[in-house]
């Protein structure tokens, strides 16, 4: 039996496009689904790769700062001098930094606060330890560097690593004194 070229579709070709469609529709939301958790998880982790480049900024500072800076801090806070690059093709100046908490946001501001770098938004700076002279101090007024800071605070309620950071430590190391091996060549 043929077919009327100008009939329509008959209602077994409607259900098996119906079928099609929905199968489609199904696998489409069940993809946008995945998608929308993966970016949700996503977000909920970049904060936490913020705080960790805010934590390697704040140690490029304290580490790359001058022998000769001036460094003052207590246990709540501390201020020091560091070279600050601005990008795209600024020289390094040295600019004061402070480090504290600032309401609820534990920062390290640069200069006039053209640069900002947060280690956390909702923190609870538990210490700031200073070792010089063979103890561990929460003040350090002295006239040189400490030999090490230890950077202590809570993330969120969560505890985090405390960060420890030798001041100065690239102009340190660059020095050669009388006691040196001479360098070969």
């Known amino acids: 039996m043929r077919r009327n070229g100008r009939a329509g579709v008959t209602l077994l070709e409607m259900l098996i496009a119906l079928w099609v469609m929905a199968a489609a529709a199904v696998i489409l939301s069940s ?9 949700q998880r996503v977000g909920s982790e970049a904060a ?9 900024v704040l140690r490029r500072w304290l580490e790359e700062m001058p022998v000769a800076a001036r460094f003052t801090g207590d246990a709540a806070g ?10 795209p093709l600024t020289a390094a100046r040295v600019e004061t930094v402070r480090f504290g908490m600032d309401g609820s946001a534990l920062r390290a501001v640069a200069g006039d606060g053209a640069v900002v770098t947060e280690l956390s938004d909702d923190a609870s700076l538990t210490v700031i330890r200073y070792f010089g002279e063979g103890v561990w101090r929460e003040e350090w007024t002295a006239g040189s560097l400490p030999e090490a800071i230890r950077i202590e605070y809570l ?3 969560r505890i985090v690593p405390p960060l420890t ?3 100065a430590r ?4 660059s020095e050669i004194s009388l006691s040196s091996p001479v360098p070969p060549g």
Do not use: K, Y
């Open 155 to 157: 993330d969120r309620g």
């Open 165 to 167: 950071v030798i001041p």
């Open 78 to 87: 501390m201020e020091f001098g560091a070279l600050i690059d601005v990008p």
């Open 48 to 56: 936490d790769v913020d705080a960790l480049a805010a934590r390697v």
């Open 170 to 173: 690239r102009a340190r190391q």
């Open 31 to 39: 993809s946008l689904g995945l998608t929308g958790r993966a970016l």
